[in-house]
């Protein structure tokens, strides 16, 4: 039976639950606006642990100080680095998978321990018409939105994969990517945002269906927040060339139409986890939420 979805991952008979000490998350993208609210909504449920990854090391320490003042058992790391960047990704990734590793490792006593990967990072690149993009830009858009993205995802499943294998497995792996309306339905300008975009879905469809031929405990949601008040959003507004998707945004912004980012992290607390891998929901905000259910 189906069952309605947010971003949440809660209980269901012998799962971990929020606030149990056996979360452990990782974020990427995690040094501002919608990654940050997910660090801090993980903190307050009582992760764990986390591990945060982004490119401005100093906001990224900002992000790791507000998680630990919400609570005081949590273990919090950050990871500077840039996922766009393929031939420095092995020297990021490393010292990342040791950390979870051992956070893994340390939950013991018997029980579960679940790893939570959120894939948040991601640029516009430069928002114009197909025809005025270069070889250059769209390669580095597509490094940093998909192939970063299926690199850290592989190097998850290769250390974590076997832990989370057979039905006396001591992991639960459970991924999420940050998805857009935009995976789906094209705008003008939006060419490189809204190809690796619909790329990342595909993704997670692909490892949900590879992960449960191979017996892996492993489920994935693609999550689409809906429009939010960030820098992006701003960057839109200011740099778009189509008039008419810039006055909608801008319509949206001053209307009031946009999505707190707060209430996106948390549009219902009921579970994601316990459904059909490779799904894509939608924010409550936008009048729809994910279906789902049992493999």
């Excluded at 001591?170 to 060419?191: F, T, Y």
Aim: proline content about 4%; overall charge negative.
């Amino acid at each position: 039976m189906a069952e309605r979805a947010g971003f949440r991952l809660q209980a269901e008979a012998a799962r971990v639950v929020p606030g149990s000490p056996s979360r452990v998350a990782l974020v990427t993208g995690a040094s501002r606006g919608y990654g940050r609210a997910l660090c801090l909504a993980l903190a307050r449920e009582g992760a764990r642990c986390l591990a945060l990854i982004a490119r401005d090391g100093a906001q990224l320490e900002e992000t790791a100080e507000a998680c630990r003042r919400l609570s005081k058992d949590l273990q919090c790391e950050h990871f500077a680095g840039d996922l766009g960047k393929l031939a420095e990704l092995e020297s990021l990734l490393e010292p990342v998978l040791r950390y979870l590793a051992d956070a893994v490792a340390s939950c013991g006593g018997g029980g579960i321990c679940e790893l939570l990967v959120l894939h948040n990072s991601g640029s516009l690149g430069r928002m114009d018409y197909v025809q005025n993009l270069g070889a250059q830009e769209t390669g580095a858009a597509v490094e940093l939105n998909l192939t970063g993205v299926m690199v850290l995802t592989q190097a998850l499943l290769q250390r974590f994969g076997p832990c989370a294998k057979g039905g006396e497995a001591s992991l639960r792996i459970r991924v999420v990517n940050i998805s857009s309306l935009l995976a789906l339905q094209a705008m003008p300008c939006w060419s490189l945002y809204a190809t690796v975009k619909a790329a990342r879905d595909m993704y997670m469809k692909s490892l949900a269906a590879d992960a449960k031929s191979c017996g892996f405990d492993v489920r994935t949601l693609s999550w689409a927040p809906g429009p939010m008040q960030t820098e992006m959003l701003q960057e839109v507004i200011d740099t778009c060339p189509d008039p008419e998707v810039r006055q909608q945004f801008q319509d949206m912004q001053s209307q009031g139409k946009l999505v707190e980012v707060d209430s996106s992290v948390e549009p219902e607390q009921e579970d994601v986890a316990s459904g059909v891998s490779g799904e894509v929901g939608a924010s409550a905000a936008r009048g729809r939420l994910p279906e789902w259910g049992a493999h």
